[in-house]
Every structure is written in C-alpha cells, then in structure tokens.
C-alpha cells in the first residue's frame, strides 16, 4: 500500500517505480493487460497516480494505451535491443578506459573478492546472483569514470537491461565466457590500462551481441511482445501503426 502521506507527485512515482519492477521481473510480461482498477487496488491508492504512472511508462515505451482495447505491456523488438547493445558497447568503451585512472583501490579490491567467491565458473544456481554482480560491476564503472552525461545515458537503459536479461534465457556457457571476460576488464583496471580497459569492454559487450545474433531468445520478435491484434488494428486507426 502507498504510504497516505506521500503528496500526489510522490505517490505516481511510487507507483510508476512499482509497476515498472513488476514489468522488468516479468512479473507483468509482454502481452499482458493492465487493469487501473485492479492496480489501484491492490497499491491501496485512487486510479489518478495509476493514470499517471501508465502515462510515464508509455512515454517511456513500457506500455501501449489504447482506449478501445486498454492498456497492455510491451516488449523490446530485436532492433531496440541491438541499439542498446552498441550504445553500451560505445559508452562503456570509453568510461571503462576512464574508471582505470580513477576507480579506487578498495572498489577495485571488492569486486576481485566478489567475484572470486564464484569460483572458476558460475554455478546455475547462483546465476541470478552472479549477473546481479555483474551489473554493479558496471555501475560501478560508470560512477569511477567521473563523466555524469554519459553515465545518466547508461543509468536510464539498466531497467532496458533488467527486462532483457529476464526475457531472455541465460545460456550457462555465454554467462561463464562473460564471466571471464569481466575479469579481463578487472585485470585492466587494477592495472591501471585504460586502453586495455576499454579494449575488454568493447570486446565483452561485442561477444554479447554476437552470442545473440546466433542465439536469439523465443521470447524476442522482431516487433514488440504485447499489443493483441485488436489493439495492433486499433492502433493503425489512430495513426500509430
């Protein structure tokens, strides 16, 4: 339930984030149809900061609204995902290279104890933890680098990249290639390379794109996983199709 102190912003927000984590955890998968009321209900709030938050989430491409047909999640086509691939694969490069002159000793001594507490290869059952580590790893990058611009640029596409790692099927031997390509990427930093750096960077997040272009995900389509056909025709009425 949302707190009854919040004001109204607050409370959309609040929403907003909630609605979107049950998105990018799948809880709410592509193709699925999203009730105002049933919502509203269950976060103990009026439908306004529901509206409101369903607004936010379709400007930001996480839902479809049509008045006929309702609102539906969607999900991220081939294409989108791609993109987001190089705009990491560019912006990492570069901050990586930056994070070697910058990152601290103790960051730098964290993650090689992290990691090491894997082992030599990621079991499956702790993947999900791994990849979360994973993700820290690399926010962490962003934040040593010291470029806020390009930072805020990758900070907005890591629920993109929660939704993408959910959706699609972790392959053990991507996730353990990948695991010893981060570890390339924390050797550069310790040693303090920033070209090796970001030649590690670049090359782990090109491997991911050449692992899916080989291996695509059945729960990814060239068009966005959600609207029905009705809302699909709908849609095409309005002129947004």
């Known amino acids: 339930m ?39 209900e269950e976060l103990g709030c009026g439908r306004s900061p529901v509206r409101t938050a369903f607004t936010r989430l379709q400007s930001e491409g996480w839902i479809e609204i049509s008045p006929q047909s309702g609102t539906f999640v969607r999900g991220l086509t081939d294409d989108e995902i791609t993109e987001i691939l190089e705009a990491r694969m560019l912006l990492e490069a570069h901050l990586a290279g930056r994070a070697a002159t910058r990152m601290s000793e103790a960051k730098m001594a964290h993650f090689r104890r992290a990691f090491a507490g894997f082992g030599k290869r990621i079991s499956a059952e702790r993947m999900d933890e791994y990849l979360e580590l994973d993700l820290q790893f690399h926010l962490a990058i962003y934040e040593a680098a010291g470029n806020k611009v390009l930072s805020n640029v990758l900070l907005n596409l890591v629920d993109k990249v929660r939704w993408i790692r959910a959706a699609s099927k972790s392959s053990p031997t991507r996730v353990n290639s990948a695991f010893t390509e981060i570890g390339q990427v924390l050797d550069a930093l310790e040693a303090r390379n920033g070209k090796a750096a970001s030649a590690a960077m670049r090359a782990h997040i090109e491997n991911t794109m050449d692992f899916r272009r080989l291996r695509k995900s059945p729960t990814e389509s060239r068009a966005p996983i959600a609207p029905p056909q009705k809302l699909r025709q709908s849609l095409k009425r309005r002129g947004r199709g």
Request: net charge positive; charged share 35%; proline share 5%.
């Open 2 to 40: 949302i707190p009854s102190f919040t004001n109204a912003d607050n409370r959309a927000s609040i929403i907003h984030r909630e609605i979107k984590r049950r998105i990018t955890e799948l809880v709410y998968k592509p193709g699925d149809k999203l009730s105002e009321v049933r919502i509203a």
